[in-house]
């Protein structure tokens, strides 16, 4: 699978899905009045309507909104519909891991991006870390352990990128790039090689 034909092909998508529901959501109102079908079981009926398809555009945006830009120093992120922004200072990362996991609102396996920081940065996606996520995320409480012995000193912070569908891929490879200090899981390295060995910028780099 071309990586970056599949992004392309997700942004098309996901404009059509926008498209589409912003024209029914003012079409079926506008058709009711046309209609003058004042029936209470059509009103209600409508107002369901309008409510599961503004439901169905906050998931879709929320699910996949993702951007990102390096700066040099620090990686900056705004995730979601809320447009949360997180920053990351590159050179405080200790760990990169990813778990596979299968979506809640579709039917296919995805993956979330864990990172480790000895920096919280004034950012509050940035979560000290605790006894309930070494319990939901035992392989990062295995390396973490491992690190504590060496640096007791240090004060670990984590954050968990979940958003952005396929756009995860670049996101991971410019962490990849950047965090020049971070240790990268056996799951994170295959994860970026899957994605440099189908993505377009790589392979026409080796045709060169």
Do not use: W
Not at 9 to 26: A, H, N, P, R, W
Not at 64 to 74: A, Q, T
């Amino acid at each position: 699978m071309n990586i970056d034909k599949a992004i392309r092909k997700q942004k098309k998508s996901y404009k059509i899905f926008m498209l589409s529901m912003c024209f029914i959501f003012c079409v079926m109102p506008t058709a009711l009045i046309l209609a003058r079908k004042f029936n209470i079981f059509y009103i209600i009926y409508l107002i369901v309507l309008e409510v599961l398809i503004f439901l169905a555009i906050v998931i879709r945006i929320n699910n996949e909104f993702l951007k990102f830009n390096y700066d040099g120093y620090k990686l900056k992120l705004k995730i979601g519909i809320r447009r949360a922004k997180l920053s990351i200072i590159c050179d405080k990362i200790v760990l990169v891991h990813v778990e596979n996991y299968i979506s809640k609102y579709r039917d296919n396996s995805n993956f979330r991006i864990i990172i480790l920081s000895t920096s919280k940065f004034r950012s509050d996606r940035m979560i000290l870390v605790h006894k309930e996520f070494f319990k939901r995320h035992s392989y990062v409480a295995h390396q973490y352990n491992k690190m504590k012995i060496l640096h007791p000193e240090n004060t670990f912070y984590y954050t968990i990128i979940k958003r952005g569908e396929l756009n995860k891929y670049p996101l991971l490879d410019t962490i990849y790039k950047s965090c020049v200090y971070a240790h990268f899981t056996e799951e994170t390295i295959e994860r970026i090689k899957y994605y440099r060995e189908n993505s377009e910028n790589y392979i026409d780099n080796k045709k060169k």
